[in-house]
């Protein structure tokens, strides 16, 4: 099973500024199956990255993805205070099976 | 608007079971496979097993084997999670969450990403 590694655990920020968050895998990520969801409090998450780098529906330009093999980033530029909110990454691809990072908090001040 | 809606809270005593059932849509059941997901109190996402409804093909975490069952009613449309002998420690709020599936050939199946999630069930182990 693959390994997924979020870095920083938590990071604060200011409105306006850049957010750039890592994912790393124990072994290479096989044709880039990897996602990336936003989380806000007592919601279901939503799928924000695809594919690496391919933005879901309806998700803003500000939001972008990248990376590839065992090495994957998120990043968010213009930070709004909405933008407030847990970031996990996911594997996808292996058999009937699905793994996450254990989440990056990100908080807008 | 796709929607998955799940069934209301529940309370449950250690050593008992819980169903959970996740409604869906016709196009749904024939074209996408149904993950459930908990997430404990403070805590991230936790994979429990997935089926592809239209071919009744179901795996599960190595974690839950045994444990947990998931089953799909076509009739219905609806999705069951039964998770048995219950532990404080799950607790939690349980997520059904469809994607796409693809196929390695020999019937192996794998996920793409979620795309669609119910709105979650609080479960509640408690004596």
């Known amino acids: 099973e693959i390994v997924l590694t979020q870095s920083p655990g938590a990071l604060s920020l200011s409105p306006g500024q850049r957010a750039t968050l890592s994912c790393r895998t124990s072994?290479?990520?096989?044709?880039?199956?990897l996602a990336w969801y936003q989380q806000k409090p007592g919601q279901s998450p939503r799928l924000l990255i695809y594919l690496a780098s391919d933005r879901a529906t309806g998700i803003p330009d500000r939001f972008s993805g990248s990376g590839s093999g065992t090495d994957f980033t998120l990043t968010i530029s213009r930070l709004e205070p909405e933008d407030s909110a847990m970031y996990y990454c996911?594997?996808?691809?292996?058999?009937?099976?699905?793994?996450f990072g254990q989440g990056t908090r990100l908080e807008i001040k | 608007q796709v929607q998955l809606v799940q069934s209301g809270a529940e309370v449950k005593k250690p050593g008992s079971s819980v169903k959970v059932s996740c409604e869906t849509s016709g196009d749904t059941f024939s074209r996408f496979g149904i993950s459930w997901l908990r997430q404990a109190p403070g805590q991230g996402l936790q994979w429990m097993g997935g089926?592809?409804?239209?071919?009744?093909?179901?795996n599960y975490a190595q974690k839950f084997q045994g444990r947990v069952r998931i089953t799909a009613d076509e009739s219905s449309n609806i999705v069951h999670m039964e998770l048995r002998t219950l532990r404080y420690d799950d607790t939690a709020v349980y997520f059904c969450?469809?994607?796409?599936?693809?196929?390695?050939?020999?019937?192996?199946?794998?996920?793409?990403?979620?795309?669609?999630w119910g709105q979650g069930t609080t479960v509640t182990v408690s004596s």
């Open positions: 969450a469809r994607a796409e599936y693809g196929d390695y050939g020999s019937g192996i199946f794998y996920f793409y990403a979620i795309d669609v």
């Open positions: 072994q290479s990520v096989g044709s880039n199956y």
């Open positions: 089926i592809i409804p239209r071919f009744g093909i179901a």
């Open positions: 996911q594997h996808y691809g292996s058999p009937l099976s699905i793994t």
